[in-house]
């Protein structure tokens, strides 16, 4: 079946430290991928997508490139802020179906100023 | 994009009660989505709501637990009937814009049930 693997949280990091937080997935074909973030009393916003091998999504500073050989997207920033803390949710959505998000369990990431 | 608004944002209910959470969005939508993410995990689909049709659950999820009302296309009630203790979740309504392969979502309700 389809599913979402992330490295487990939190990650506590030091402001301006570089921020990778892994994701694998399992999937038939080529699923669209995802990274959203959900702040502190908010609800999931979109960050940055990629719908097919080798796109660089990236929004905010963020990046994650689709790796169809090791069923990646693992997001980076190369120097975080003391407001990105939130939590981190990898998805895809499967070949199979145009709208059924599957979540990875999240990260929650806190950077201390 | 679309805005979402999600009512309540958060409520405290007694075990065996049941309460219903609204969904607004400010354009017509064709398919509504509820989600549970209960604590410290990760987001679960509960069903599907079509306008015009019944909503169409995920496994583990039914409609006597979790009726849902779709009567037009920017509006969505979900239900949870009978709480239990493990109802304790944030329940998160979701559209999709087909355009542009984004769902966005309401900021959810966080319930606590005791």
């Known amino acids: 079946g389809n599913s979402v693997t992330q490295m487990e949280g939190p990650v506590t990091l030091s402001e301006e430290a570089f921020l990778t937080i892994n994701c694998t997935y399992t999937a038939t074909g080529y699923p669209s991928l995802f990274w959203y973030v959900q702040y502190p009393g908010e609800g999931l916003q979109l960050l940055l997508k990629?719908?097919?091998?080798?796109d660089k999504g990236s929004n905010k500073g963020f990046e994650a490139t689709y790796r169809k050989e090791t069923t990646s997207f693992h997001l980076e920033k190369g120097s975080v802020q003391v407001s990105d803390s939130a939590v981190y949710f990898c998805a895809l959505i499967p070949v199979d179906s145009s709208y059924k998000l599957i979540f990875g369990s999240g990260t929650r990431l806190l950077v201390r100023p | 994009s679309a805005v979402i608004s999600q009512k309540p944002s958060r409520d405290i209910c007694q075990r065996g009660t049941s309460l219903t959470i609204q969904c607004q969005v400010d354009?017509?939508?064709?398919?509504m989505f509820w989600y549970r993410q209960q604590p410290g995990q990760s987001l679960t689909l509960i069903a599907t709501?079509?306008?015009?049709?019944?909503?169409?659950?995920e496994s583990g999820f039914v409609i006597d637990k979790f009726p849902i009302s779709r009567p037009n296309l920017t509006f969505s009630t979900l239900t949870v009937s009978n709480m239990s203790p493990e109802d304790s979740s944030i329940y998160l309504c979701?559209?999709?814009?087909?355009?542009?392969?984004?769902?966005?979502f309401g900021q959810g309700t966080r319930l606590t049930v005791v």
């Open positions: 990629a719908t097919k091998a080798d």
């Open positions: 709501a079509n306008q015009g049709s019944e909503a169409t659950y």
């Open positions: 979701s559209v999709d814009r087909p355009e542009s392969t984004e769902a966005f």
């Open positions: 354009s017509q939508v064709t398919m």
